[in-house]
């Protein structure tokens, strides 16, 4: 039995490790923090739990191909699934205008604000209702399977938007609210392709939320994993990856002890493994453009955490633009209030935790990381910015003021550190326009058995991204011990769907 030693505990890492386990491969993880689920993860705070990764998980709908990925992991099959009514809410001068899930009542809605930009709304509509059929979804009740015909004859309605960016895509209609509302998820720069399909996972019940969020999800991967027979190590951090004769050897901890490997899966932050445990110049070439290649953008954001008494007056994510100071400040233009009334256990009895996202480009989320040698100087100007987003809080819910208080708060040097990204992103490259989603191969030239599975290999990663590159780092060991006249494992014989292509 071929040992794997997978460098990373995170989502690719755990996707891996369970894949491999059921592939009759002897696994162990080596993670370098405390538990394993990488960005999956949340922490508490004064009686507060903080959750710092699912805004949605798409997979959600069981007729879907990612959904039986999801129960292969144990994410997800008997677990309860919150679909909320609203993905997001955008206001503007008193306005609002929501994501529904129902298409229909998202189309009312546009035309409500705006009827000299019907043909504009029908367009997007059915340009959504063509990317639920991508997805695999058909029917108004979202539980059929949509047929491979019907895929190819509705995507003609997709290619005018391949082009755009939501901004541009947001030019297109006259009312300011509408525009808005189509800026303000992703950001205007992002593809208008990428928003289309966020709101068409949405729309057919394949972006809910499991039951407990992040840390719940976490840890049934780490118990299916560990229930499989996978060894899990944690807190421990890797300090190189030995290679001889053109393979990886065996992996080297930070306390000194050697572990043996037949094959190794890096499963960390490309930016990490190759540079700080390899040579950067063994990093796929493919990957590498897109690192250098400006044009492919990283992001990140600066989070809040309050405490407050009552219900908020909304409900899901609600988004407002931001003033010009904290514009200028963070180079974007929208503050995002995200509420828990779905997970009650987050909050004591009688009080509401209100979480803030202010997403930073690649320039300010390297100001964040840099500014963090200086720790006075840090703490500072993290409280100067909670405090203007409570102004702007308050602005919004004078009701609020009194028993909004601060709980915690976390920038792009906070993930810098905790996933050694040097520009503390959790997701991969920004979806520009005009580009395909196309997946890297996880082969590492010059080493036969070093294989990459990170959410890296695919624009924008995510979730989805992660546990697919882990699964296909499994199918190339695979690949490479059939040449060894490897028997083949059952789940081979399973459908593999990426999760974005």
């Known amino acids: 039995m071929a040992k794997v030693v997978?460098?990373?505990?995170?989502?690719?890492?755990?996707?891996?490790?369970?894949?491999?386990?059921?592939?009759?491969?002897?696994?162990?993880?080596?993670?370098?923090?405390?538990?394993?689920?990488?960005?999956?993860?949340?922490?508490?705070?004064?009686?507060?739990?903080?959750?710092?990764?699912?805004?949605?998980?798409?997979?959600?709908?069981?007729?879907?191909?990612?959904?039986?990925?999801?129960?292969?992991?144990?994410?997800?099959?008997?677990?309860e699934v919150y679909q909320p009514e609203t993905l997001y809410t955008y206001s503007m001068s008193g306005e609002t205008l929501s994501l529904s899930r129902d298409i229909g009542m998202l189309e009312q809605d546009m035309l409500f604000y705006s009827e000299n930009d019907d043909k504009e709304i029908f367009l997007l509509i059915d340009a959504i209702k063509a990317a639920k059929a991508f997805c695999g979804i058909s029917a108004d009740s979202n539980d059929k399977r949509v047929s491979t015909a019907e895929v190819i004859r509705l995507s003609p309605r997709l290619l005018r938007y391949f082009v755009m960016t939501a901004g541009e895509l947001a030019q297109k209609f006259h009312s300011p609210l509408i525009r808005g509302f189509l800026r303000s998820l992703l950001g205007e720069s992002f593809g208008a392709i990428a928003l289309i399909f966020v709101f068409a996972t949405f729309c057919s019940d394949n972006g809910g939320i499991p039951a407990g969020s992040s840390c719940a999800m976490a840890k049934r991967m780490t118990e299916r994993y560990t229930d499989l027979g996978g060894v899990l190590r944690c807190s421990s951090p890797v300090r190189e990856i030995c290679i001889d004769r053109k393979k990886a050897r065996s992996v080297i901890l930070q306390n000194g002890r050697n572990v043996d490997a037949d094959y190794v899966i890096l499963a960390c932050d490309p930016a990490c493994a190759f540079g700080r445990l390899l040579n950067s110049r063994l990093m796929p070439r493919k990957l590498m453009r897109r690192y250098r290649d400006r044009s492919f953008r990283r992001f990140s954001s600066f989070h809040c955490a309050f405490s407050c008494e009552g219900e908020l007056p909304f409900r899901g994510d609600l988004i407002l633009d931001l003033p010009d100071d904290l514009r200028n400040e963070f180079q974007s233009d929208y503050l995002v209030l995200r509420e828990f009334s779905h997970e009650r256990s987050f909050s004591p009895e009688g009080k509401q935790l209100l979480q803030t996202i202010c997403f930073c480009d690649e320039d300010v989320s390297r100001r964040f990381i840099r500014l963090k040698g200086n720790k006075v100087e840090y703490c500072r100007y993290k409280e100067d910015l909670r405090d203007r987003i409570v102004e702007v809080i308050r602005g919004q819910f004078p009701a609020l003021a009194a028993s909004l208080?601060?709980?915690?708060?976390?920038?792009?040097?906070?993930?810098?550190?905790?996933?050694?990204?040097?520009?503390?992103?959790?997701?991969?490259?920004?979806?520009?326009?005009?580009?395909?989603?196309?997946?890297?191969?996880?082969?590492?030239?010059?080493?036969?058995?070093?294989?990459?599975?990170?959410?890296?290999?695919?624009?924008?990663?995510?979730?989805?991204?992660?546990?697919?590159?882990?699964?296909?780092?499994?199918?190339?060991?695979?690949?490479?011990?059939?040449?060894k006249k490897a028997p083949r494992p059952v789940w081979q014989n399973e459908s593999v769907e990426n999760p974005i292509a």
């Open 405 to 483: 208080t601060p709980i915690d708060c976390w920038t792009p040097a906070t993930y810098s550190r905790y996933t050694h990204s040097p520009t503390g992103s959790y997701m991969s490259f920004a979806f520009s326009a005009g580009r395909l989603p196309r997946f890297i191969g996880g082969r590492v030239k010059g080493v036969g058995n070093l294989l990459l599975a990170t959410q890296w290999q695919q624009v924008p990663g995510g979730l989805p991204s992660a546990a697919f590159a882990g699964q296909m780092a499994v199918r190339e060991m695979i690949l490479l011990e059939s040449r």
């Open 6 to 79: 997978i460098v990373g505990g995170g989502v690719a890492g755990l996707s891996a490790g369970i894949y491999a386990r059921l592939s009759g491969f002897e696994t162990e993880i080596l993670e370098a923090h405390g538990k394993a689920g990488g960005n999956l993860t949340g922490w508490d705070r004064e009686g507060y739990h903080i959750d710092n990764c699912i805004h949605w998980l798409t997979g959600t709908n069981p007729v879907t191909e990612m959904y039986k990925m999801w129960e292969t992991l144990g994410v997800l099959g008997g677990v």
